[in-house]
């Protein structure tokens, strides 16, 4: 069965510059989240979708982060504009389960490296 | 507020030996669940093992085993017979009712060392 998937692994932009992630979870999880893990920290979720439904955004810059899942499938999520403190790796994770179940067993993909310049 | 602390920020062992990876947690839910994950340099966030609130038994996944202090709200991770594999970062996480989210440490990192 294949992971999570996401693209680029790696990306290195100027500040004010537009970036976007790209996420495919693995098939037939229902929950996808997106998180932000800053160095030396552990991850801090940004949004949450149940299908192609945002249930938690409470915790995304919305002046300049915007996220959609079409079709309850693949995510994107965007900046624009970078700023200088956004470089982190940005990880993308689904679930086969409700998120409403508290074993809630997340499945993570390997990341996208952020540097903003 | 929920919150999960982890205080060593490193740990050394020697391979073969076991490790205690220390977790605790506030939260004043009265339900919720503990996880552990292992990050590799690789990045993936790997899951390792469960432990609920209500769970009477510790919880156990192979070489890996919880050592759950309900009263102390502690949950560390005990790793058996260490190997030159286990060699990354460690994030104790916690999720409960009314946070419907993963809440994470700021994790330690392992090395093992032959």
């Known amino acids: 069965e294949a992971g999570v998937v996401q693209s680029p692994r790696y990306k290195i932009i100027e500040k004010k510059q537009p970036v976007a992630f790209w996420c495919n979870p693995i098939s037939g999880h229902n929950t996808l989240y997106w998180y932000r893990q800053n160095l030396g920290q552990g991850p801090e979720l940004l949004i949450r979708y149940e299908n192609e439904e945002a249930v938690d955004d409470s915790q995304l810059p919305k002046d300049r982060f915007s996220a959609e899942r079409l079709k309850g499938v693949d995510s994107t999520l965007k900046i624009q504009p970078a700023e200088l403190g956004d470089s982190a790796v940005y990880l993308c994770a689904s679930s086969p389960t409700p998120a409403g179940t508290l074993y809630n067993e997340q499945f993570f993909g390997p990341g996208t490296r952020l540097t903003v310049l | 507020a929920q919150k999960i602390t982890q205080t060593q920020p490193g740990m050394f062992v020697q391979e073969k030996e076991a490790v205690t990876l220390d977790c605790t947690y506030d939260t004043s839910d009265q339900s919720y669940g503990l996880f552990w994950y292992k990050q590799p340099s690789s990045g993936e966030m790997i899951f390792l093992i469960y432990?609920?609130?209500?769970?009477?038994q510790n919880a156990t996944e192979g070489r890996y085993s919880l050592n759950f202090q309900k009263a102390r709200k502690s949950a560390n991770l005990v790793i058996s017979a260490s190997q030159l594999g286990d060699s990354a970062m460690y994030f104790c996480a916690m999720r409960g009712p009314s946070f419907q989210k993963l809440v994470f440490g700021t994790g330690t990192r392992l090395l093992v060392s032959p």
């Open positions: 432990q609920g609130s209500y769970d009477e």
